[in-house]
């Protein structure tokens, strides 16, 4: 698989403009196409709508060459995104959210109706950045099935900027778990270097709380965490279950890379 096509929902809003941006410098730096959706309410709203997705993606090709796909639908967002992305066969969504308010609100109890439902990742972005593309991405592992499904599209990402991957186990202190979890890191090793993607090996001595991801992740400078979705909450993995906004919107702004768990018999993984 590769990053090919990105979808971007817009309610035109600063921090739906921040995710644009983001998904823009995929562009620069691929040759990935942008698809930017907006999604009105009634026919009344399509011709607004339609212009003001015109203006920017005039500006856009004028200011980096980058051409967009403007794409209108009349309906309920949250459906609508997962329509298109089928639809354009996208391989990763990205989307801006700016806490509990606005139309791109994906926190509380409007977070798991959008992500699980989600056919494709999905990256959640909080605000612009000063420095624009992902440099050093978190990924967390540990001895689910699951889990291996983040690393496909972590890579990808690594493999458009050049990134580093910081990976995260626990240091398990069972015998028989210890020697699952070397299993797992030696096949995550070997298909990173596959991959020829710069990588860290770090661990925990302890499982923690979402609280520790985020302080590990400003540690290495991360401007990237990739997390799975278990269809019923958030997890991060060796950190345990916590609340979804703790992450998606954590005080560092770190960018969150979402994947929704698929059952690991349909899955055709790269190790």
Known sequence: MKL???LVPTDFSDVAECAFMDAIEFAKHSD?????????????????????????SHKIYKDFGVKVCDIIRI???????????????VQL????????????????????????????PILIVQQCRLKPGFQNIVVPLDL???????????VLVAMVFKARIH???????????????????HHVSKYLKEHKIDFTLNYEEESHFSDRLIKFAELVSADLITIM?????????????SREQNLITNNANIPILCVNAKETAKIVGGY
């Not at 698809?35 to 015109?54: A, I, N, P, Q, T």
């Not at 309906?75 to 066969?89: P, R, S, T, W, Y």
């Not at 806490?99 to 494709?120: D, Y």
């Not at 015998?175 to 299993?183: G, I, N, R, S, V």
């Open 4 to 6: 090919e096509r990105l």
């Open 32 to 56: 990935v196409e942008v698809c930017h959706l907006h999604v009105v309410e009634s026919r009344d709203e399509v011709e607004y709508g339609r212009r003001r997705l015109k203006e920017i």
């Open 93 to 120: 969504i990205i989307m801006g959210t700016d806490g509990m308010q606005g139309m791109q609100v994906i926190t509380g109890s409007h977070a798991m109706k959008i992500l699980t439902k989600a056919p494709r």
């Open 75 to 89: 309906g309920q967002f949250k459906k609508a995104i997962g329509d298109v992305a089928l639809e354009m066969d």
């Open 229 to 241: 979705n278990y269809k019923e909450f958030i997890v991060t993995e060796i950190f345990g279950v």
């Open 167 to 185: 990976l995260l186990a626990l240091r398990e202190s069972d015998e028989f778990l210890k020697t699952k979890m070397d299993q797992t890191v």
């Open 144 to 154: 689910k099935d699951e889990t291996k499904q983040k690393l496909d599209i972590a």
